[in-house]
């Protein structure tokens, strides 16, 4: 499923939990394509060719990097939800650094999400990533990759 999500045109995809690898290689991925990505900021080192600048006033690029979307304002929080159903044909990453997993159900957001990846670096010695794919905010498909170290 990691995969798959790679390979999108278009959708919104949730990263939850602090998991800069995972989001430092699907914005590699998509700009490698040619697609002009566009960022809040950056808050993990890219490869690719990235675009600083605010999303909300800019519908010239293919994929968009909206950080932190959960933590915000309830203003900015439903211009957000605004913006997300106005640009259902782009491809936006959302990077919330709070874990967030089964509790989504009680964001409004979860209705324009298409993936929700949870990050969870566990104190055992190993990393936990849950992927879900949802439609019309409810969970479909889920898969759980497990990496120790």
């Given at each position: 499923m990691l995969k798959k999500i790679a390979e999108l045109n278009s959708g919104a995809v949730l990263i939850t939990g602090d998991g800069k690898r995972l989001a430092k290689i699907y914005i590699n991925a998509w700009s490698k394509d040619g697609r002009r990505v566009l960022a809040e900021y950056i808050p993990f080192q890219v490869n690719g060719d990235v675009y600083i600048g605010p999303p909300f006033e800019?519908?010239?690029?293919?994929?968009?990097?909206?950080?932190?979307?959960?933590?915000?304002?309830?203003?900015?929080?439903?211009?957000?939800?605004?913006?997300?159903?106005?640009?259902?044909?782009?491809?936006?990453?959302?990077?919330?650094?709070?874990?967030?997993?089964?509790?989504?159900?009680?964001?409004?957001?979860?209705?324009?999400?298409?993936?929700?990846?949870?990050?969870?670096?566990?104190?055992?010695?190993?990393?936990?990533?849950?992927?879900?794919?949802?439609?019309?905010?409810?969970?479909?498909?889920?898969?759980?990759?497990v990496r120790r170290y």
């Open positions: 800019s519908d010239d690029f293919d994929v968009y990097l909206i950080i932190n979307p959960l933590s915000r304002s309830k203003a900015e929080r439903e211009k957000l939800r605004e913006w997300l159903g106005e640009h259902r044909d782009k491809l936006i990453l959302l990077y919330e650094h709070k874990y967030v997993k089964d509790s989504i159900t009680r964001y409004r957001i979860k209705d324009f999400i298409d993936y929700l990846i949870a990050y969870k670096r566990e104190t055992v010695g190993f990393e936990r990533v849950d992927v879900m794919r949802l439609e019309d905010g409810r969970i479909v498909e889920s898969k759980t990759y």
